[in-house]
């Protein structure tokens, strides 16, 4: 993998702008574990082991079990490993982070408000978004484990 230039030196106010973005998520309405499982699976999606390493590492310390992080890329067939909420943030994400496949479905957003309030719909979607920005300069800079980003 070619070494790339390091994104902080040269982008320093975009990366500052996604900075913003992780601050605005620590304090939104979704809980810890909903918001690794979000950054998990798209970085699952979008092949990013930089983020699945980190964001691995940082559910078990939040207390996710290895089954449910073993079990995330097949979470329809888990059975009740994953509550129906979860279900309904994981259609989220995976359908946002496969934005090419047409989006957000109805039906998804529709059962997303049988859980959630807007306020929390729009708080997954930003987290959806911000993983997947994060994914795609990790993966645009050649950025590897071990390294960092700024």
């Given at each position: 993998?070619?070494?790339r230039?390091?994104?902080k030196t040269v982008a320093s106010n975009a990366l500052k702008a996604m900075v913003g973005l992780e601050a605005y998520l620590s304090q939104c309405s979704l809980s810890k574990t909903t918001k690794?499982?979000?950054?998990?699976r798209a970085s699952q999606i979008n092949g990013c082991a930089f983020c699945i390493n980190i964001h691995t590492q940082d559910a078990i310390k939040?207390?996710?079990?290895?089954?449910r992080i073993f079990l995330l890329t097949a979470w329809r067939e888990a059975g009740d490993i994953f509550t129906a909420e979860e279900k309904v943030v994981l259609a989220i994400t995976e359908e946002?982070?496969?934005?090419?496949k047409g989006g957000l479905s109805d039906d998804t957003y529709t059962n997303a408000l049988y859980?959630?309030?807007e306020v929390q719909?729009?708080?997954i979607i930003?987290?959806?978004?911000?993983?997947?920005?994060w994914n795609r300069v990790v993966l645009s800079t050649n950025l590897l484990i071990g390294q960092s980003l700024a």
């Open positions: 993998m070619q070494k230039f390091n994104f690794e499982l979000i950054k998990i939040n207390g996710e079990t290895n089954q946002i982070s496969l934005i090419h859980f959630f309030s719909i729009a708080d930003t987290a959806v978004v911000t993983i997947n920005l």
